[in-house]
């Protein structure tokens, strides 16, 4: 989480939301590195999670992530979710929850929604005080 928390402050930096994402794999080691790049990159779909995906699977050379665990600071939206779930990682550690949009558990769960199949073992709070401070003075600086 140290260097997922490392990456939302670089997106803080460059005027994104900080999220930051790292995909680890079955022995540990980081596979992928990913930051909010959207205000940066004009894209909409740079969310941390999915830079830090396409990062792992590059990486890797697959798209299947199995084995692997993605660790963010905050809780993924639907969109990442979804990616999650494409990618077949089985394991998500979040930082702090998405009360407002989060899809793994806060809002919606549908990292593991019976109707689609995959569970995916979800691991809350970890440094999510940390997280959520990021967010909030990242937040309160533009109001």
């Known amino acids: 989480m140290g260097e997922a928390l490392a990456q939302a402050r670089l997106a803080g930096e460059s005027g994104d939301v900080p999220v930051g994402a790292l995909v680890v794999g079955p022995t ?3 596979l992928g590195v990913g930051r909010n790049l959207r205000e940066e990159q004009g894209d909409p779909t740079a969310h941390a999670e999915v ?3 396409r990062a792992a699977a590059s990486s890797l050379g ?3 992530l199995d084995g692997c665990t993605l660790v963010v600071t905050l809780e993924p939206c639907l969109m ?3 990616a999650l779930l494409q990618a077949r990682i089985p394991r998500l550690v979040l930082g702090a929850w998405d009360a407002k949009a989060g ?3 806060s809002q ?3 990292v593991r929604d019976a109707r689609i199949g995959s ?3 979800v691991i809350s709070g970890v440094r999510g005080a940390e997280s959520a401070a990021l967010l909030a003075a990242f937040f309160e600086a533009r109001r």
Do not use: L, Y
């Open 28 to 30: 540990g080691e980081a």
């Open 51 to 53: 830079v830090a995906i």
């Open 62 to 64: 697959t798209w299947r």
């Open 80 to 82: 990442c979710a979804g």
């Open 103 to 105: 899809a793994t558990g």
């Open 108 to 110: 919606w769960d549908v």
């Open 119 to 121: 569970k995916v073992e």
